[in-house]
């Protein structure tokens, strides 16, 4: 699976956007981008996946840049109990498993 | 619809014991996966299991570590003889056979070996 790169830690306050972005330069045709987060003592969660256009669920936005070369994960609106560490992952083919990278803690401040 | 289930969600152990982890994925789904966190670390893949078959276990220690899912029951991760470095949590996740391939996973277990 290609890699992808994530900064280390961000923070937001309380109800503000938050932008999360993750680089995938040597994503191939095929992979889909998916975020999965994690929040403290917890497995981890499904947040959003796509392959070109973006996409919205009721959880989050994700944005796909056009050469697909880096991705954003939206929250409109962040609460405190969006506080976990947020994971882009590549996933070239159905059933397979999932690479973790250290992914991004994000805090929320109230 | 229930969740990924395990159990137990937390097990202590003392070094040379057997430690059972079971996970009883979501209704419909036949497609299971185990992963590793050891403390202050990201998720480790560990093996990939359908009905009665592994399909990858690349990720597994090659001793001591063993895991099925038999045609009836939770899926079984076995780890014999543990030691103080198998502390960590242990984390399944299910999928169904044909979507694109979201896992959904369960609350973990974790495992303390005195």
């Known amino acids: 699976d290609a890699k992808t790169t994530q900064p280390n830690s961000m923070e937001s306050n309380e109800e503000e956007p938050v932008h999360l972005p993750c680089n995938h330069s040597?994503?191939?045709?095929?992979?889909?981008i998916h975020w999965y987060r994690q929040l403290p003592s917890q497995g981890p969660e499904y947040v959003i996946h796509g392959l070109t256009s973006n996409v919205n669920n009721r959880m989050a936005s994700l944005a796909i840049a056009e050469d697909r070369k880096s991705s954003t994960l939206i929250l409109h609106r962040a609460t405190l109990r969006d506080a976990a560490v947020y994971y882009c992952i590549l996933q070239n083919s159905g059933n397979t498993p999932l690479v973790f990278g250290k992914g991004t803690r994000l805090s929320v401040i109230a | 619809n229930a969740g990924v289930m395990q159990n137990p969600r937390h097990l202590v152990r003392r070094r040379g014991q057997e430690a059972r982890l079971r996970c009883s994925p979501m209704?419909?789904?036949?497609?299971v996966y185990w992963y590793r966190q050891l403390p202050e670390e990201g998720l480790k893949f560990m093996v990939y299991l359908q009905k009665e078959n592994i399909i990858d276990e690349s990720g597994m220690p090659k001793e001591r570590f063993s895991a099925e899912f038999p045609k009836e029951g939770p899926s079984i991760l076995r780890i014999q003889q543990v030691v103080r470095g198998d502390s960590a949590a242990y984390f399944c996740?299910?999928?169904?056979?044909?979507?694109?391939?979201?896992?959904?996973f369960g609350p973990g277990t974790r495992l303390l070996v005195l």
């Open positions: 209704k419909g789904h036949s497609h």
């Open positions: 040597t994503i191939s045709g095929t992979d889909y």
């Open positions: 996740a299910s999928s169904p056979l044909h979507t694109q391939e979201t896992q959904y």
